[in-house]
């Protein structure tokens, strides 16, 4: 179905990233690839004076760890890229920068903030220029 499939991952969400990923399989067209990116939130400059230094180079270090973790065993090509920024925007920039044709993205139940302000999930499928499946 998808040749080019980007797969958000959210390390507090649990298991969620490894149904992500098994679905992106399920969806993947022969030859196609899969993309784990996680979104790093940037520290406010007046912020970053008091952490020591290294440790942002090292936070980055070990979410691509991680994503390379949960990539490991599966049968299909997967990229581990971790970025910078807002996470929805970061998300679609980069899906429409790449050429995404899909984003399989987990959500979770939403609560009563998510009503006002809009879960990341629910974000990107309103701006995706590409198709988006949702995990609950």
Same mark, same amino acid.
């Given at each position: 179905?998808?040749?080019? *499939? ?47 230094? @290294? ?13 390379? @973790? *949960? ?20 998300i679609l920039e980069y899906s429409q920068k790449h050429g995404t044709d899909c984003i399989? *993205?987990?959500s979770h139940k939403p609560g009563f903030e998510d009503y006002f302000l809009g879960s ?13 499946? *949702?995990?609950?």
């Open positions: 179905m998808y040749n080019n *499939i980007l797969v958000p991952v959210v390390f507090d969400h649990g298991g969620r990233a490894a149904a992500s990923l098994k679905v992106a399989k399920e969806l993947l067209n022969d030859g196609g690839k899969v993309t784990l990116i996680h979104v790093m939130e940037e520290v406010p400059s007046y912020a970053t004076t008091y952490l020591p230094e @290294g440790l942002a180079e090292r936070h980055h270090d070990e979410a691509v760890e991680t994503l390379t @973790g *949960i990539a490991k065993g599966v049968d299909v090509p997967v990229d581990a890229v971790v970025i910078h920024g807002h996470a929805y925007s970061s399989v *993205i987990a990341t999930a629910a974000r990107v499928v309103r701006h995706a220029k590409c198709g988006v499946h *949702i995990l609950r």
